[in-house]
């Protein structure tokens, strides 16, 4: 099935980096993507990678992507208080019934302290 | 431009009623979902569509039910609502025929609802 894992909780102090990490299970993904979600709001997107790219950024956002080991990171340099928020990662299915759907994790509830 | 819009916002149902959320988007995208989310469990697809007249099964489709008359509009029905059913709905929509940023998925912004 198509899994995508994601740690629950990250906590951290402002102007550190923070790295969410997100695991999937299906080799045929086409793009990731990372989604924002601020308390009582719906999910923005805040970038994607296609599947056949390593590293994007864009800046303070770097993503990394390990296609070898299904692991998708988002790095956020110099983490501000408006950053907190939960983060989740999803992953776009091209495949027979499923074309084009997407996968989401749980999300990582991001807590910066001042 | 609205983008994806949902009605409505709040909802507290008693057990056993029915009601129907609408989601509409203006972006003329070929597909339609519709969400859950509770507290440490991410979300959970319902229901999606590809295109005007077909809708297909999600993850956690029992208990709801959906349709796509018009391509703007995703309607998600509660025929007979349970306190299980209590959550935060999302409706999304995306074009995805083709690649780069029209993969993304646009959401609304929730529909809190409450089945007592």
């Known amino acids: 099935g198509e899994d995508v894992e994601q740690s629950l909780f990250l906590s951290v102090r402002e102007g550190d980096s923070s790295v969410i990490n997100c695991t999937y299970t299906?080799?045929?993904?086409?793009?990731l993507y990372w989604y924002k979600q601020e308390p009582g709001a719906g999910l923005q997107l805040l970038t994607y990678i296609f599947s056949n790219m390593d590293m994007k950024q864009d800046q303070r956002l770097t993503v990394l992507l390990n296609k070898k080991d299904k692991h998708l990171s988002l790095r956020i340099a110099d983490t501000q208080t408006g950053d907190s928020a939960i983060y989740f990662c999803?992953?776009?299915?091209?495949?027979?019934?499923?074309?084009?759907?997407?996968?989401f994790g749980r999300g990582t509830q991001l807590t910066v302290w001042p | 431009n609205a983008g994806v819009t949902q009605t409505p916002k709040f909802r507290v149902l008693k057990t056993g009623q029915s009601m129907t959320l609408l989601c509409a988007q203006d972006?003329?995208?070929?597909?339609m979902y519709w969400y859950r989310q509770d507290p440490g469990m991410g979300l959970r697809l319902i229901h999606y569509?590809?295109?005007?007249?077909?809708?297909a099964k999600g993850e956690v489709p029992d208990g709801y039910n959906v349709s796509r008359l018009k391509k703007q509009n995703f309607l998600l029905g509660l025929e007979s609502a349970a306190p299980s059913q209590t959550s935060v709905y999302f409706c999304a929509s995306s074009y995805s025929r083709t690649g780069g940023a029209d993969t993304e998925a646009f959401f609304g912004q929730g529909t809190r609802l409450t089945v007592v």
């Open positions: 999803a992953e776009r299915i091209d495949r027979g019934s499923t074309l084009g759907r997407l996968y």
């Open positions: 569509s590809v295109g005007e007249g077909t809708t």
């Open positions: 299906d080799s045929s993904s086409t793009y």
């Open positions: 972006m003329n995208h070929e597909y």
